[in-house]
């Protein structure tokens, strides 16, 4: 079984200009392998940024699928993904084994740096008539929204602050782990707001762990076209815990 978190490519060589609707993606589909627990589970992809599903770290010398395939411009320089990796050897265990052991809490958190409606789309589709699907203007299928995941020891609050203006997050009804320990998930819409984003993992007025990511805006400086990549940042407590989570 594959788990892939992002899907985005504009390379006209080879006739792709889509995106698929990833926002929780990468969730949702280990929540799938833990269900499941398939015999073999493939990650997709380490490199691959001309379809934007890397999780592997950003390198200059990588990035031939751009010339090669006349992107109109580079969608993934400056847009790491490394951050999906944090939570990586918790699932592993849990899927490996049942249980898996938390050592530090952590927080990745995703988003698109510019709202649907800004700038062009650059003829990017929702969806691709080439696997026969409904086509729609990629803002139709991807949502402007925050999307978090917490590595957590029992329940936490989320705060999510975008331009300056904070608001309370919340978990997804299927976001809080069974028994307290694993991960939590959840979304907060920005709702064309713009500006600093900082997403806070708190229990009352104690900061557990946050991240200070790349700010949103409404200005798309290549050419005028919208990024429809995500960007990806993580962070772990400075303070060691220990839990074990299990599975069922």
Known sequence: ????????????????????KGDDLWNDRWNEILA?????????TWNDF??????????E?????????????????????DGWRLLLPFLIDLYKYGTATITREGL?????????????????????????QELFHPAEI?????VYSALLTGPAQVTVSVGGV??????????????????????????????EVVITIHRGSDVVV?????????ECPHGGMNNWNAWVGAANSHMGTHAIAHLG
């Open 166 to 195: 904070a608001e309370e997050g919340s978990w997804d009804d299927d976001g809080v782990p069974k028994g307290g320990v694993g991960v939590y998930h959840g979304s907060v819409p920005f709702n064309s707001r713009t500006g």
């Open 36 to 44: 499941m627990r398939p015999e073999y589970v493939q990650i997709l």
């Open 61 to 81: 010398k990588q990035f031939g699928a751009f010339e090669y395939g006349k992107a109109p411009f580079n969608y993934v320089r400056d847009m790491p993904h």
């Open 1 to 20: 079984m594959a788990v892939s978190p992002w899907f985005y490519t504009n390379l006209p060589t080879w006739n792709k200009n889509w995106a698929w």
């Open 142 to 146: 991807m949502e402007d929204k925050i």
């Open 108 to 132: 990745v958190t995703w988003y698109r740096l510019h709202p649907g409606d800004a700038g062009d789309s650059g003829g990017t589709t929702g969806n691709t008539s080439s696997h026969g």
């Open 210 to 218: 946050q991240v200070q990511g790349r700010s949103i805006t409404a």
């Open 50 to 59: 001309g379809e934007s599903h890397y999780i592997g770290p950003l390198h």
